[in-house]
């Protein structure tokens, strides 16, 4: 075996033992395996020969932040790598070809739960340090890890830490593989995040429960008051109705327009076979690339209110609620949106009841120029690895961490995409793709020389 085959194995094998580790944040059961997965964090990053690295316990009881770095490159850039060692739950079982933390290799693909959301990707960024750090005896920059073990339930410590400790955590930039490649061996770089606001609409009518007959016809319905303020936030072309929500859209260029249009995309497909949906129902005008990545959304996830049990019961609820969100993009700021959704509630709200928004959680949109020096090198690594033109896209998503580095350290994030769109992230059979993790590492490994060049 050479020594090239002899070190894919040793880094197979190590992914595999990573694997192993039901680190399931959100579940209290698996509290002993989330740590065992810090430990091993921990483990890889000494192995990997950085300095400091630590274990940072949460006063709160939350799971542990794993640090460490290596800063003896004077007068060099200073990058912070973050990933996450912790998994979402594994159900259901049943629909698992092979058991979730049993990692199997087949098809040129590994399976397991984590596997690309996210200790594969996590486990590039420390592999790709280490392969500079003992092919050339240091780094050509200094480098930053922060990891954390709630990202699948709340993240909570990490947003303490990084709001009370900037100065331990300065850098020029952030590096996240939490992202995937918008096509197999199409190197991509997202450079664009939606933001989220999340809340809930309570509608009040009587006191109690009603009955329909004796005061049906008389009596306000906090469930129909319920549908018309949500008819009145968004109509049924999908126009978000509430006022001021578009006023402050950053649009794409001309430039990321026109590179949208260059991507190798099949609508039809998409639609049929990934949304498995009748019909798109995007805002009228609005491109698909548009709505999904630059557009703002409004959601609707669920309404409680009345019986919903087997058999009849003809009641007039005293209440309902509705469960919603609203996807941000720039420069929407996320407390303007709350204030909008608010009036926007109030001012629908039918005679009879009260309804009011309760925001639970939110966090700004981020978007960084693609003539970033540190998103264009990662673009160069990336291109001189697969030999293919790095594209540059936005996400519909959200990555709250990319949110905190920009609020609390003020540097943008780098996010290098080496999962596929068919991973099947938080779901069962959940696939990181071989040649991507190790090719990863080596392009990683690269945009560090290029960095410190």
Known sequence: M?????????????????????SISTLPEHRADVRRAAVFTAGQMRAAGLDNVELMEDPE??????????LHAPGKPTLLFYGHYDVQPADPLQEWITPPFEPDVRNGNIYARGAADDKGLLLILIKAAERVLRGQGGLPVNVRFL?????????????????????????EAAVICDTEMFAPGLPTICVGLRGLVYGEIHVQGARTDLHSGVYGGAAPNPLQALAHILAALKDRDGRILIPGFHDALRPPTEAERAAWARLPFD????????MKAQALVMEPGATLFDSLWARPTFEVHGIRGGFTGEGAKTVIP?????????????????????????????EACPRGVTA??????????????????????????MTEEWGVETVYV?????????????????????MMGFGLPDDNLHAPNEKLNLDNFFRGISATARFLELAGA
């Open 147 to 171: 990891i954390e073990g709630e990202e699948e339930s709340g993240g909570e410590h990490i947003a303490r830490y990084t709001a009370s400790r900037p100065q331990r955590l300065q850098a």
């Open 318 to 346: 005293a209440s309902a609620v509705a469960k919603v969100s609203a996807r941000l993009v720039a420069d929407q700021d996320p407390d303007t949106a709350i204030a909008q959704i608010t009036r926007a509630v109030n």
């Open 2 to 22: 050479s020594s090239h085959q002899q070190t894919r194995e040793q880094l197979l094998e190590t992914l595999k033992d990573y694997l192993r580790i039901p």
């Open 394 to 414: 936005r996400s519909g998503g959200s990555i709250p961490i990319v949110g905190l580095f920009n609020e609390h350290l003020g540097i943008p994030s780098v």
């Open 267 to 274: 609508e039809r497909a998409y639609l049929e076979h990934e």
């Open 356 to 381: 009011r928004f309760q925001a639970i959680h939110a966090g700004p949109a981020s978007l960084v120029d693609t003539d970033n020096r540190f998103i264009r090198l990662a673009a160069q690594a």
């Open 61 to 70: 009881g939350g799971h542990p932040l794993v640090y460490g770095d290596w």
